[in-house]
């Protein structure tokens, strides 16, 4: 009888590609089951935007050309994708202090990027001496402990100072 096998890119992240691997190559059938009603007759499927619901036990039958079948089964783990949040304290006046908050705490990176080249790897980075060209759209990129992304922006504005004047009948 043939020997069924069966693997996966497990742990994959929540809303990323499940990539079932099926053998041995040239079997006249292809039968895949698991967890949220999925089936397929391909050797090696994918399936697209990973949900928590996905994780779990997918079992691959093969039948060979001459009628006889084996059954394998593979583990999936689909982890939760971090909820990346992102502010500032905008709107802000020109020459004053923009200051951004990300979020959620315990990430193992944080990326911020945003106008005039801005970057930075803080949670909660801080731009002194905001110039009318910091204004504009901040992103923030975490990655938690499994690899995991997600992404957040914030709009910051930067008002220009008003110019005093002053002058006397003197």
């Known amino acids: 009888k043939p020997i069924a096998t069966a693997s996966s890119n497990s742990p994959v992240c929540e809303g990323s590609t499940i990539v079932l691997t099926g053998g041995p190559d040239g079997m006249t059938t292809y039968s895949w089951t698991g967890p949220n009603g999925f089936s397929s ?25 001459n009628g006889c079948t084996d059954d394998v089964t593979t583990s999936v783990s689909v982890n939760a994708k971090p909820i990346a949040t992102a502010s500032s304290n905008s709107p802000v006046c020109e020459g004053s202090t923009i200051q951004l908050t990300g979020g959620p705490d315990g990430m193992t990176t944080y990326a911020w990027t945003g106008p005039n080249s801005f ?37 910051v504005s930067v008002n ?5 004047t002053a002058s006397s009948n003197s």
Request: net charge negative; proline share 7%.
């Open 41 to 65: 007759s391909l050797q090696s499927p994918s399936i697209p935007n990973a949900t928590l619901a996905m994780a779990g036990t997918y079992t691959l039958s093969v039948t060979d050309a």
């Open 119 to 155: 970057s930075s790897s803080l949670q909660n980075p801080t731009i002194p001496n905001a110039t009318l060209a910091m204004a504009g759209t901040y992103t923030l990129t975490v990655t938690d402990a499994n690899g995991c992304t997600d992404d957040a922006t914030t709009s």
């Open 160 to 164: 220009a100072k008003p110019i005093a």
